[in-house]
């Protein structure tokens, strides 16, 4: 799905870009807009005031780039504003782990050195982004240039549909665990070749640390689910095994 996002908003910008270096790179640009602006307004009087195929036909061509440029622009819309979300959920987790390495920077809170600094900021991102799903989302919604909550163009599109389908914890969880593969598998080769990604070893053993600790908390969340343990019924049995007696909570 994200690759799909990708490939249609990177064809519709091309075809975009290209149509736009075309008509620029023209010699007699603004004539040609200026002429081709005025046949339109023309024919489709024309054809209002003598209906005729002939007519239809002219207009119909004539119509085409627009068509086109509107068919492009309609096609990619919903799919550039599914892209822009999801940014926008994965630079979100990040604002409170560079708020603290900034905070700290500056006031000198704690004595912390870059590897300490990229193993927190991408590990409490990776964290935020898994355990506060839906407050992402709902300060996506707010921040979109679309204005889901809002706009008329939600509802023709439903762009609140495909986002909450696309930004799913699951799908996230996803990304943040293909994410890591990638890593991996990068950090294997170059390490098998003796050669680091990054200025220093350390930093990409942080990187690997943070891996380490997401799928460690991402074990506790999905064994809390099942965990059958209540505060209260463990005091019961701490009493009943104390005194014998069965204690009313």
Known sequence: MIVLIGTIVFISNYLLDFLGEFFWGLQYKYWMLIIYGILLIVFQIIVEIFPNKIFDYINLVLLSPLALLFTIVMVSKPFLALLIHLIYYLFIPTIIPFGFYFANEYYSFIPINTETYVYLIITFSVIIATSL??????????????????????????????????????????????????????????????????????IDRAVLQSFITFVAFDSVLRNLKPLDFKSSEMLKRIVRSITGKDLNV
């Open 133 to 202: 799903n839906n407050q992402i989302k709902y300060i996506v919604y707010l921040a979109s240039p679309i204005k889901i909550l809002k706009s008329d163009d939600s509802e023709k599109f439903r762009f609140k549909e495909l986002t909450d389908y696309l930004l799913s914890k699951t799908n996230i969880r996803f990304i943040i665990y293909l994410s890591y593969f990638i890593y991996l598998i990068t950090f294997n080769i170059f390490n098998l070749q003796n050669i680091t990604i990054y200025e220093t070893e350390v």
